[in-house]
């Protein structure tokens, strides 16, 4: 016996031993690839010595004697840091990703093929001027002198990740910088999505009125009337079952209320206490480690720019100079639109335009499957665009038998100058330099706010569809692409894109909300990204007379829903203090303690309170009872709870009470029954996810940030090391934004936020402040990977200083890069 212990023992001492040599071993070659910040390399493609002093946030302050090498230096430290993620983001554009992560991936290859937006990027680099032409030049040859370094010098690879997947790295090129815009332009338009789930649900509902309920009109004029989208296409069934878009972190493709947000305000100097123009931003993209963002400090020969950036292209997208600062909103302008294309029944490699049968461009187009065999798509073009498969974004369910459907939309452009535009905008010094700079800006299309030494400005940049007035849908649904009304005319002008300068107020925002009321086809847009932040900001602006930074950082941080003060007391009105008393442990006990709570509860959505968990809960319950009766199966297709339908619903616009009578039952149920059942419904799910004392619920437990590494999050054990997960503030209609992801088992994660945030003061430029949600490394074992995230979740802000002693001080290390011989 005691031999068999000690034999016992042996093995368990190996086997603790092989796995202490196996971490050991990983960690060793993971380490390789950490990049050395305090050294001389020698690098081919400079003219004159580059320094990147990195500051104690490892954000780096680029010195050169030109431009280029600036840009030069830029694209060696975007190298250093983001290397993996560059690569995804480039082989995402390429549709190539199936090369490194096998059949899980090739749905979304075949999709980004479909768009062929690596091709439309590269034939766009000769549509840049000459300076950015040289930008992206320097910036390719900056980062290739690190690729050249790795290999040299065995590096790791340049990055952990390159251990696990097999992704050689081929040399960078002016082109890919352009892709990536092209991918982030696809990231931040919807509308693609929101014609098919309109055409859908106007199939399944009887009448306009309950369809504008659901997907409601913004406020403002009425929309005219629409055709049913049953009259364009009859033979349709009311419903048919759609096919999921890719879930994969790696997609590129934004689901429903997801596809890009922000914040921008500005006040001018007679709102500023400092008596200097201010300006906040806050971007809204989908959470991931490491952020989207970049920040770096560019001493350009005009002068210093500092502010963030998107690792792979060689600009400072938001920030500021001396002179000016600069922020970004999702504009929401109708970008995109669905052509239903009648496909010849002699010849179906032709389609019906208005001058008869053409045929459809083609192109062969092959992907690389790792551990499988290759497959070959044809890539098929119309006059008006792509055409898309029936399994991207349910077009099949609104596709007529002996159709197919086509793409137009702005981002498919060959001579996309957009990049141009950012370069010559963050050379701009005033505001009317930045709007005259951002005529080039094609995909996608934002709204710029822009503040100089004395003006606030806000312009929306970006092509805009010209459409013909007799436009069947007006944009709306996929429409006839064979009739001339339908088609495109080309792009709007660009004065004829919103503007506001010198506003007399003296202030001006944006939330992603309505900007203009025009009529069709002058009107931007249908479909706006915010009705409710718009609010909250309004007061908040309006309740000082004047402005300085820190009431700024505490707009953008303000985690009050404007939502939840209108809908409680109308979905409640009936139902507090109504109920006959309970024992303690009894459903109706629970309710009253839940209404209890939220009687005295002031909106805010503060993640160590239970009031907001309940509230959210109880309209998503809400919601669901509302629209399964009518909509069945399709209901799910709803994620996030719709203001503006709650409360038509409760306020019962043109009949929208109707919606509270299940039409399946006998009796006729009004909308304080749908209300109780709704908030027992929440109450379940609270306690079976939760516990039942309702009092010690927190709204950050349910509502956490998710930082998750995109191709490593899931790995079990790793994803404890490169996840970052944070409990926060905040929801879905607060300006202190955290999108919540509406999917089963954990509806109200946070996925969808301010990866970074900025407020810019002009009366003391260098005391404005930044910060991302994660941090400048993408290497999980530097210090830096995570070293803003605490920073960001509690509201703090690092310097934006472009101060070259400040940065020089307490600094991380500094890189010099020599010519070589």
């Known amino acids: 016996m005691a031999l068999l212990f000690r034999w016992l023992l042996r093995i368990a001492a190996g086997l603790i031993g092989l796995v202490v040599a196996g971490v050991v071993l990983v960690?060793?070659?993971?380490?390789?690839?950490?990049?050395?910040?305090?050294?001389?390399?020698?690098?081919?493609?400079?003219?004159?010595?580059?320094?990147?002093?990195?500051?104690n946030a490892n954000v780096p302050h680029i010195f050169g004697q030109t431009d280029p090498d600036v840009f030069f230096g830029m694209g060696y430290a975007h190298a250093q840091d983001r290397l993996w993620q560059m690569t995804i983001f480039r082989r995402t554009a390429q549709g190539r990703l199936s090369e490194v992560f096998g059949e899980r991936t090739v749905r979304i290859d075949r999709l980004m093929r479909r768009l062929d937006?690596?091709?439309?990027?590269?034939?766009?680099?000769?549509?840049?001027?000459?300076?950015?032409?040289?930008?992206?030049r320097a910036y390719a040859a900056g980062v290739n002198a690190r690729l050249a370094e790795i290999n040299d010098q065995a590096l790791g690879r340049g990055a952990p990740e390159m251990f696990l997947f097999n992704a050689p790295i081929a040399p960078w090129q002016p082109g890919d910088s352009l892709a990536i815009i092209k991918l982030m332009a696809l990231q931040l338009t919807g509308h693609l999505e929101d014609e098919v789930l309109r055409a859908r649900t106007s199939l399944m509902l009887n009448t306009p009125e309950r369809l504008r309920d659901i997907l409601p009109d913004i406020p403002g004029t009425g929309v005219a009337a629409l055709p049913e989208y049953a009259s364009?296409?009859?033979?349709?069934?009311?419903?048919?079952?759609?096919?999921?878009?890719?879930?994969?972190?790696?997609?590129?493709?934004?689901?429903?209320?997801?596809?890009?947000?922000?914040?921008?305000w500005a006040a001018d100097p007679s709102r500023s206490a400092s008596g200097g123009t201010l300006l906040a931003n806050d971007p809204h993209l989908g959470f991931a480690a490491p952020s989207t963002w970049y920040l770096a400090r560019l001493e350009l020969q005009e002068g210093g720019l500092i502010g963030a950036g998107i690792p792979g292209v060689p600009s400072i997208l938001i920030g500021r100079s001396?002179?000016?600062?600069?922020?970004?909103t999702a504009s929401y302008a109708d970008d995109q639109d669905l052509?239903?294309?009648?496909?010849?029944?002699?010849?179906?490699?032709?389609?019906?335009?208005?001058?008869?049968?053409?045929?459809?461009?083609?192109?062969?187009?092959?992907?690389?499957?790792?551990?499988?065999?290759?497959?070959?798509?044809?890539?098929?073009?119309?006059?008006?665009?792509?055409v898309l498969p029936g399994s991207m974004y349910d077009l099949a369910t609104v596709t007529p038998p002996g159709h197919v459907v086509s793409l137009g939309w702005t981002a498919l452009s060959p001579r996309d100058s957009s990049l141009s535009a950012s370069m010559e905008l963050m050379r701009s010094g005033t505001v009317r330099e930045a709007i005259r700079a951002a005529e080039g800006f094609v995909a996608p299309s934002l709204n710029l706010t822009v503040a100089d030494q004395e003006t606030v400005g806000l312009k929306m940049i970006g092509a805009v569809p010209r459409r013909d007035p007799r436009h069947q849908s007006k944009g709306r649904l996929p429409s006839q692409g064979w009739r001339v009304e339908n088609r495109w005319l080309g792009r709007a002008p660009y004065a004829?894109?919103?503007?506001?300068?010198?506003?007399?107020?003296?202030?001006?925002?944006?939330?992603?909300?309505?900007?203009?009321?025009?009529?069709?086809?002058?009107?931007?847009?249908?479909?706006?990204?915010?009705?409710?932040?718009?609010?909250?900001?309004?007061?908040?602006?309006?309740?000082?007379?004047?402005?300085t930074r820190d009431s700024f950082i505490e707009a953008q941080l303000d985690p009050v829903s404007p939502t939840a003060r209108t809908l409680l007391p109308l979905i409640g009105a009936d139902l507090w203090f109504t109920g006959q008393a309970a024992p303690e442990g009894t459903p109706e006990r629970q309710r009253q303690i839940a209404l209890s709570l939220l009687a005295e509860w002031n909106g805010e959505m503060n993640e160590h309170l239970p009031e907001p968990l309940i509230y959210a809960a109880w309209l998503r319950a809400l919601q669901k009872r509302l629209i399964t009766d009518e909509l069945g199966p399709l209901a799910k297709e709803f994620k996030h709870v719709e203001p503006l339908f709650i409360e038509r619903v409760y306020r019962n616009v043109d009949g929208a009470s109707a919606w509270c009578d299940v039409r399946q039952s006998a009796p006729t149920e009004s909308c304080t029954e749908m209300a109780r059942?709704?908030?027992?419904?929440?109450?379940?799910?609270?306690?079976?996810?939760?516990?039942?004392?309702?009092?010690?619920?927190?709204?950050?437990?349910?509502?956490?940030?998710?930082?998750?590494?995109?191709?490593?999050?899931?790995?079990?054990?790793?994803?404890?090391?490169?996840?970052i997960r944070q409990s926060t503030s905040g929801g879905d209609n607060t300006l202190q934004r955290g999108r919540t992801s509406g999917e089963d088992p954990n509806p109200f994660y946070n996925v969808h936020g301010a990866?970074?945030?900025?407020?810019?003061?002009?009366?003391?430029?260098?005391?404005?402040?930044?910060?991302?949600?994660?941090?400048q490394s993408g290497h999980f074992l530097s210090r830096h990977y995570d070293d803003m995230a605490q920073l960001w979740r509690r509201g703090e802000y690092i310097p934006m200083s472009l101060d070259t002693e400040l940065a020089r001080a307490a600094a991380v290390g500094v890189t010099v890069l020599q010519p070589a011989p």
């Open 27 to 55: 960690y060793f070659l993971a380490s390789q690839s950490l990049p050395e910040y305090d050294q001389t390399v020698e690098v081919r493609g400079l003219t004159a010595p580059v320094e990147i002093v990195r500051d």
């Open 117 to 136: 937006l690596y091709t439309l990027a590269l034939q766009s680099v000769e549509a840049q001027d000459d300076y950015t032409k040289s930008a992206l």
């Open 232 to 264: 364009l296409f009859p033979n349709l069934p009311r419903y048919a079952e759609g096919v999921p878009m890719p879930t994969s972190p790696l997609s590129p493709f934004p689901k429903r209320g997801l596809a890009g947000a922000s914040n921008a």
């Open 322 to 328: 001396n002179r000016m600062g600069w922020g970004l």
């Open 339 to 386: 052509f239903i294309e009648q496909l010849n029944p002699q010849n179906p490699e032709q389609y019906l335009t208005p001058d008869g049968f053409k045929s459809l461009e083609t192109r062969p187009s092959i992907i690389e499957i790792k551990g499988a065999a290759p497959i070959t798509l044809t890539l098929r073009w119309t006059e008006n665009g792509p």
């Open 496 to 547: 004829a894109n919103p503007q506001f300068v010198n506003p007399r107020g003296g202030l001006l925002g944006n939330t992603n909300n309505k900007l203009v009321e025009r009529p069709f086809p002058n009107h931007v847009s249908y479909i706006w990204g915010d009705t409710q932040r718009v609010n909250r900001w309004q007061r908040l602006m309006q309740s000082r007379q004047v402005h």
């Open 677 to 723: 059942l709704a908030l027992d419904d929440a109450l379940v799910w609270i306690e079976e996810r939760y516990g039942s004392a309702l009092e010690s619920l927190r709204w950050g437990d349910a509502h956490q940030a998710t930082h998750d590494h995109p191709t490593l999050g899931k790995v079990p054990v790793l994803r404890f090391f490169v996840n």
């Open 755 to 775: 990866g970074y945030r900025g407020v810019y003061d002009f009366a003391d430029p260098d005391s404005s402040v930044f910060i991302t949600s994660t941090g």
